[in-house]
């Protein structure tokens, strides 16, 4: 079976990649090379002996993305990772955002009906709870206001969805809304790779331990937490991918005609920023420079996952720990600096 990963060279993306390979399906691989680089794939064929199909372009491009249907009418199913994520950028440029993110999928949507089976997995985020009334999050809890263009454009992608499924008879989707993943793949042939200074807390801090970085600023000590500091929910890639391909399975075995639904992806548990500064110093062994700076705008108090609905419905849940997942990032960064060198 051929299933289509759009931006299956990013982070997510070819993780999943992996996944899919190794359970023995057939992938082709849309990326524009954006935030991700080729030697990706090299990466991939290393893990799993085997060299996924490749196109090169951009998902805005509508015709290209007609003409790619048109000569693909065997795909079984479409993971569509493919999307800009930077938070900051996206307030910055947000037509960018909705282009990319919202436009292209509205052509992958359109042009979804030409498929035999019509299965669409989408990369949603909990950026869509904001700050949530009770903890942990359900799949039930309200959809806030977003704080960002770049979260809009995941709760408009998740409407598009859900309103195309109650127009297309047998389109078959799910949303998986991810908490916050981290990590990188146990062999170090694929991680994360930030464009410039990173956004993000955990190639922050492997970036500072090995030098690139001065100090990890941690934002804001005076939140309502134990410690002060926020509270997430980091969840393994290499977990997190396992959950696309389950989810996949899920609509593939499916009797019905046409779906939609939701889930959380996370692990479960909320960790503090120190708390994850902490495990990263007794992982790596590095003390971590890092200092108390103000609030970053934008930010919540506290996110965590309720699991139920993952765990009941897909019988998915996570297997791997915040140590394991801050273990492999850094020896991820380790390898980057090897290759640097
Ligand atoms: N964070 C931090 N310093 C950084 C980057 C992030 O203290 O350099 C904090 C951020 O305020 C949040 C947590 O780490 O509380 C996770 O942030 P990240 O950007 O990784 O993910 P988000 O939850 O914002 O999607």
């Not at 057939?26 to 490749?54: H, M, R, W, Y």
């Not at 992608?157 to 949303?175: H, M």
């Not at 908490?179 to 146990?186: D, L, M, Q, T, V």
């Not at 500064?277 to 609030?295: D, M, W, Y």
Request: aromatic content about 8%.
């Amino acid at each position: 079976m051929k299933i289509l990963v759009t931006g299956g060279l990013g982070f997510i993306g070819s993780h999943t990649v992996v996944a899919l390979l190794e359970k023995g399906y057939d992938v082709c691989i849309i990326d524009n090379l954006s935030n991700s680089s080729i030697d990706v794939l090299e990466g991939i064929a290393k893990i799993t002996q085997k060299i996924p199909q490749f196109f090169n372009f951009d998902l805005r491009n509508q015709e290209k993305v007609e003409a790619f249907f048109k000569e693909h009418h065997d795909l079984a199913g479409v993971i569509h990772f493919a999307a800009s994520k930077a938070v900051g950028e996206s307030v910055e440029n947000p037509l960018l955002y909705y282009e990319n993110n919202n436009n292209a999928l509205v052509y992958m949507l359109k042009n979804i009906s030409q498929l035999n089976q019509k299965n669409f997995i989408f990369s949603s985020s909990c950026t869509v709870y904001g700050e949530a009334d009770t903890l942990p999050i359900t799949e039930g809890a309200a959809i806030k206001k977003a704080e960002s263009p770049y979260g809009n454009t995941k709760q408009i992608g998740e409407d598009i969805i859900r309103d195309t499924c109650n127009a297309v008879s047998d389109l078959k989707a799910i949303s998986l809304r991810y908490f916050n993943p981290i990590g990188a793949h146990s062999s170090t042939e694929i991680g994360e790779l930030p464009i410039g200074t990173p956004q993000n807390l955990v190639p922050y801090i492997t970036q500072t331990a090995i030098g690139q970085r001065d100090e990890l600023s941690i934002f804001g000590d005076d939140y309502p937490t134990e410690d002060g500091t926020c509270i997430r929910d980091y969840i393994h890639v290499v977990d997190l991918a396992e959950a696309h391909v389950v989810a996949l399975e899920r609509l593939l075995q499916s009797e019905k005609k046409a779906s939609y639904e939701v889930f959380n992806l996370g692990t479960g548990k909320g960790s503090s920023v120190k708390e994850v500064v902490s495990a990263f110093e007794k992982v790596s062994g590095q003390e971590l420079n890092h200092t108390i700076a103000p609030r970053r705008p934008g930010d919540v108090v506290a996110a965590y996952a309720d699991t139920e609905k993952a765990q009941d419905v897909l019988g998915w849940q996570t297997k791997l720990t915040l140590e394991d997942a801050l273990e492999s990032a850094w020896k991820w960064q380790l390898k980057l600096k090897e290759a640097d060198a």
